[in-house]
């Protein structure tokens, strides 16, 4: 006997939590009755459906991930027409779910799989996989903000904070940095910024745990390789490659005006040399001639 949630989500029809969503809404059934929370059920006797479908176990397990694009969403319908990210995945013989979930304007790594118990361990806290973000922001980031977030900001859901954040190039007037969490609460990155002022233009997802997006095009997908499943179980990170802390990106500098037209000033040797006794211009702008008599010395 095994949990209902559990059984959906090695059937492949939704995580855990998902599953749950899925059964107080009434769309599962054991054995003709509608199906609650808690309930245990026998795979090898007990009937299960969903949505009306018999709902069977499955013992081929499958683990891809893609790169998704920016305005799609990453549940299977939407009621307002907007594409799904389950459009774009080739076609399989058996039915999987994303782990965890990126927002209808983010894009970048997703992972999908039919594995319950994969999908728990990527997507529970405790399992400490970083989620890597390339984040441009509008403008340039105020050098008092990445300590700030470090330490963490309080948002409606409790207090958040990034592991690693690093600067990383200049679009512009705008500036792209990268932010390291290890956990994926909804549009965490957005919020944080958003509470000490920041606006995200751009967000992009490009690692998860050890499996980097690399350069997969975006709406292409991918299987893992069986040492990134086993990393990702495992909850293996990459080590850090940036420092935590950069110095903040000066704007470019200004051309000095030019001194075409303008009288030349005496050079530094010249002055130098003024000032180590060697010959100074007179007031009226002529050099004295060498080995003649000074004035004032007797030499009439």
């Known amino acids: 006997m095994i949990r209902l949630q559990k059984f959906l989500a090695d059937s492949g029809i939704a995580s855990r939590r998902q599953a749950e969503n899925l059964i107080e809404e009434g769309r599962v059934m054991v054995n003709g009755k509608l199906a609650f929370l808690g309930q245990a059920v026998d795979p090898s006797t ?159 997802r490009v690692r998860f745990g050890t499996v980097s997006l690399g350069r997969l095009p975006i709406g292409a997908t991918r299987l893992l390789t069986d040492e990134e499943v086993q990393s990702l179980m495992e909850g293996q990170n990459l080590a850090p490659k940036r420092p935590v802390a950069q110095k903040k990106p000066q704007p470019p500098k200004k051309a000095k005006p030019s001194n075409k037209g303008k009288p030349a000033e005496a050079s530094a040797k010249t002055y130098k040399e003024s000032r180590s006794g060697g010959s100074r211009p007179s007031p009226s702008g002529r050099r004295p001639q060498s080995g003649g008599p000074r004035r004032g010395t007797g030499g009439r």
């Open 46 to 204: 007990d009937k299960v459906t969903f949505d009306g479908e018999v709902v069977r176990p499955v013992k081929k397990r499958v683990y891809l991930m893609m790169n998704k694009p920016k305005e799609t969403i990453c549940t299977a319908s939407d009621p307002k027409g907007r594409p799904t990210v389950y459009r774009l995945l080739p076609p399989l013989d058996v039915r999987v779910h994303s782990a965890g979930r990126l927002d209808f304007q983010t894009e970048g790594l997703l992972i999908f799989s039919n594995d319950g118990d994969f999908t728990k361990r990527l997507t529970h806290p405790s399992s400490g996989l970083e989620r890597v973000y390339e984040v441009k922001i509008q403008g340039l980031l105020p050098e008092w903000v990445p300590n700030r977030l470090l330490k963490g900001v309080t948002l409606d859901d409790g207090r958040a904070k990034v592991a690693r954040i690093s600067r990383l190039r200049m679009a512009q007037t705008n500036e792209w940095v990268e932010v390291v969490l290890t956990e994926g609460r909804y549009r965490e990155v957005r919020r944080i910024f958003a509470a000490v002022g920041c606006n995200v233009l751009k967000l992009k």
